[in-house]
């Protein structure tokens, strides 16, 4: 039977499973990603384990997301990074030089390939034919020590684009339908491969728009054939050696199928604070606006910036607004300063900011309090962008520059009657200026020997933590709701991302979102620990293990939820964190915050079956949860930390 190209991808590096929906599958993985606010925990990871060099084909760490210097914790920890790229053997891309996804597909990308990223846009690279994803960091460093990666084999979700996208929309508007038509979890343990004559119109760039953002959808990753369209793009970046061709078969079948005409489609945009909050831009144009944000690895190509300048080529934008622009990397910056792009841009009042991810995480950029902020970025999860009462909307490069413009919510098709503007329909130049100079290579195996790690003040080593016990009384100290995301369990933003490589210092923000005393009153049970009980999508967003590990370092044992979004799920079993599944909606209805849960004979109930038995001490009543732990995983658990297991496998070879 014919393949699809996720069947392919999966075949080609399956080392453990059989390819059974659902089976647990071992991947090898030959790239791995990383960027600085996850990588520093990688990289102390990798060192405990005591692998001297990196056995992938290729590693490569980046510095993108904690770029602002206000004191000396970011700098300390680029210098960590650079040392720990030298030691153990990765590329080492400088600050400044780019985000972390974009900078990976022009450089290093090759159709065929596998990559595990620390970043949940990694995906982003399926634009060009790779199988990518997004994993905890414990996961990468373990692809870095050469083991496979571990997942639930998914289903293939086939999406025939047809048509041709109309003027004024484009790419971004593609993936906000795909999230109106199917929400936050709507591909959750799928596989999305987009495939079809719509294909020809969307450049690498388009696509890796599409595949950044599958990750909004809970997907496990997102694929692109690697077509014509992709040898161009390797060839512009003066790679062209690197392509090979990969398509589906003409026999292949998907187990969902979905098709989008793409001309049928308009501009939309996603709504506070949830990417899956999708409107089309006519049902809320009209709103005042602060602020316009075009830039991240949502909207990364030449073209999102050449898109947006010469809309707002030769005005100015509104007096109110703050119009934010975020290059994707030095070379995109060098090409549009070559194109004259730039100038168009900062002509018309646009601010521009380094390289990099920047307020797409709150590092910087805060909009101001309760006011509308229009971004291309990928998320708009409550609070994240900086400012605690946010208003952020996603939305394409063209609705933001619109917007820039008039001051208020626009949908840029109406641009053509309001500034009698013709469509700019802008594209990469065929011949591109590359600038790989802030990319270090690593160096030989040799000179490395004897280099230290450069540790300033603001590393500090991970915390061990102890197996699980038998007998627990856990208070529930907090009881939230669905779809609660990384951003809500362990926020980002300036303040607090510099404390990427100090556990103990960030667990004190801790759900600071959710509840500003769930810090003090979990210090309270540090010790003898608590349950932390969720709704559907538990851990949605980001790959960041720290939204498992400060929890666990306060004093989290048991998670108790309706569903999991899959990389949470994956990092609360590394750090030994039990996470349980109501069977049903009651339970959940019926358990409080304040209550005690009783869980007797813990080791034995998980280790014998799936069903774990447990009663309320508030009301007396029992409940029956389940866990759905693979053996490997409920080692860990067990005993306490992944790290604990690799330190023991490693120990006895
Ligand atoms: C994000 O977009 O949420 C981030 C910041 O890139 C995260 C990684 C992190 O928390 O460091 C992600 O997407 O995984």
């Known amino acids: 039977m014919g393949k699809n190209v996720a069947e392919k991808l999966i075949d080609s590096h399956l080392v453990e499973g059989e390819m059974e ?6 991947l090898e993985m030959d790239q791995t990603l990383t960027q600085d606010a996850t990588g520093t925990m990688v990289m102390l990871e990798f060192e405990a384990m005591g692998i001297p060099r990196v056995q992938t084909e290729l590693s490569a760490q980046y510095v993108d997301h904690n770029l602002i210097q206000s004191d000396f914790k970011n700098p300390d920890d680029h210098l960590f990074l650079r040392s720990a790229c030298k030691k153990f053997g990765a590329w080492y891309s ?4 780019g985000v972390s996804h974009p900078v990976h597909q022009e450089r290093f990308g090759e159709p065929g390939k596998t990559l595990i990223g620390s970043d949940s846009h990694s995906p982003a690279a399926g634009a060009i034919g790779m199988l990518a994803i997004g994993a905890g960091g414990l996961d990468v460093a373990m692809a870095m020590a050469g083991k496979p990666y571990t997942i639930n084999m998914p289903e293939v979700w086939g999406v025939k684009l047809t048509g041709e996208l109309p003027d004024w929309v484009s790419a971004k508007d593609v993936i906000l339908t795909m999230l109106e038509r199917h929400d936050v979890d709507g591909a959750v343990n799928q ?7 719509g294909l020809d119109s969307l450049s690498c760039m388009d696509r890796h728009v599409i595949a950044n953002m599958g990750t909004e959808l809970g997907a496990t990753s997102t694929v692109f054939p690697a077509d014509e ?8 970046q003066g790679r062209e050696d690197a392509f090979r061709e990969i398509r589906a078969d003409d026999d292949a079948t998907y187990d969902e199928h979905e098709e989008i005409d793409l001309s049928e489609l308009e501009p939309k945009i996603a709504k506070p604070s949830s990417p899956g909050n999708v409107v089309p831009v006519r049902e809320v144009e009209g709103q005042e606006i602060y602020q316009s944000y075009v830039g991240s690895s949502a909207n990364p190509g030449f073209r999102d910036f050449a898109s947006a300048a010469e809309i707002v080529d030769g005005y100015q934008v509104h007096d109110r607004v703050s119009f934010d622009v975020n290059p994707t990397s030095r070379q995109i910056l060098e090409n549009l300063m070559n194109t004259g ?3 168009m841009l900062t002509r018309a009042g646009a601010r521009i900011h380094q390289a990099g991810c920047n307020g797409c995480i709150g590092m910087g950029q805060a909009p101001a309090t309760g006011q509308i902020s229009v971004r291309t970025v990928p998320r708009n999860f409550p609070g994240r962008s900086g400012t605690k009462e946010d208003a952020v909307y996603l939305v394409s490069p063209e609705t933001a520059a619109a917007s820039a413009l008039t001051g208020e919510i626009t949908d840029p098709r109406d641009l053509a009657d309001l500034y009698d503007m013709e469509y700019p329909n802008a594209q990469e130049p065929d011949e591109i200026s590359i600038n790989t100079d802030q990319l270090v290579e690593p160096v ?10 450069e540790k300033g003040p603001n590393v500090v080593s991970l915390p061990e933590f102890e197996e699980l016990q038998d007998s627990f009384d856990l208070p529930v100290l907090l009881k939230m709701g669905d779809n609660i ?6 926020p980002a933003g300036s303040e607090i991302l510099p404390y990427r490589s100090n556990i103990p210092k960030i667990s004190e923000f801790v759900f600071q979102q959710v509840d500003e005393s769930f810090f003090d009153r979990a210090m309270e049970y540090q010790d003898n620990g608590f349950a932390v009980v969720g709704g559907t999508n538990y851990g949605q967003g980001s790959s960041r293990e720290h939204a498992a590990i400060a929890p666990r370092w306060l004093g989290t044992r048991v998670k108790l939820a309706k569903s999991y979004a899959r990389i949470h799920r994956q990092n609360l079993a590394n750090f030994g964190i039990l996470p349980l599944l109501f069977k049903d909606d009651e339970a959940y209805d019926r358990i409080g915050q304040g209550d005690t849960l009783q869980f007797r004979n813990l080791r034995d109930q998980i280790k014998s079956g799936t069903d774990v038995e447990f009663t309320n001490a508030d009301t007396g009543e029992s409940y029956v949860a389940e866990h759905d732990l693979s053996d ?3 080692k860990m658990v067990l005993s306490g930390s992944q790290i604990s297991v690799v330190k023991e496998e490693f120990a006895t070879v």
Not at 21 to 26: A, K, L, P, S
Not at 94 to 97: E, Q
Not at 229 to 236: A, G
Not at 485 to 490: P, Q
């Open 444 to 453: 030989s195996e040799e000179e490395a020997k004897g280099m230290e790690l």
């Open 94 to 97: 400088r600050p400044g030089n």
């Open 229 to 236: 369209e992709v040898r161009d793009f390797l060839r512009r």
């Open 341 to 343: 792009h730039l100038q």
């Open 632 to 634: 490997r995983e409920l």
């Open 191 to 197: 596989i999305i491969e987009y495939y079809g004559p």
């Open 485 to 490: 995301s990384t951003d809500e369990i362990m």
């Open 21 to 26: 929906v659902g089976e647990e599958i071992g």
